[in-house]
Nanobody, 123 residues
Framework: VQLQAFGGGLVQSGGSLRLSCAAS????????MGWFRQAPGKEREFVAA????????YYSDSVKGRFAISRDNAKNTGYLEMNSLKPEDTAVYYC?????????????????WGQGTQVTVSS
């Protein structure tokens, strides 16, 4: 399984970005996609996750109401729509895939990781 994240960039505070994560997978082995982020000097933190089959979604409190995760099963691609961005959202964003579905917020749930894409929000 390979995951490739892209779509990061520089945006002003209050702006929006859409991240994509393309997966080369056997869909029978892939049940959960998550997004994590890591800011300089900080630990990697959970952002959002989606059940690949049923579509249930999970969010961290810091992004709930501003970010939306979705997926296109036919394209094997997941998305993270980020709105009302804040400078504290600045980080490298990673997508990840898992062959299990729980718990979605823990990094060690995930077997596969993309290379990361930089998101920078200026004030």
């Amino acid at each position: 399984v390979q995951l490739q994240a892209f779509g990061g960039g520089l945006v002003q505070s209050g702006g929006s970005l859409r991240l994509s994560c393309a997966a080369s997978i056997h869909t029978s082995d892939f049940y959960l996609m998550g997004w994590f982020r890591q800011a300089p000097g900080k630990e990697r933190e959970f952002v959002a996750a989606i059940m690949w089959g049923g579509g249930s979604t999970y969010y961290s409190d810091s992004v709930k109401g501003r970010f939306a995760i979705s997926r296109d099963n036919a394209k094997n691609t997941g998305y993270l729509e980020m709105n009302s961005l804040k400078p504290e959202d600045t980080a490298v964003y990673y997508c990840a895939g898992s062959s299990v579905v729980w718990p979605p917020h823990r990094a060690d749930t995930y077997d596969y990781w993309g290379q990361g894409t930089q998101v920078t929000v200026s004030s």
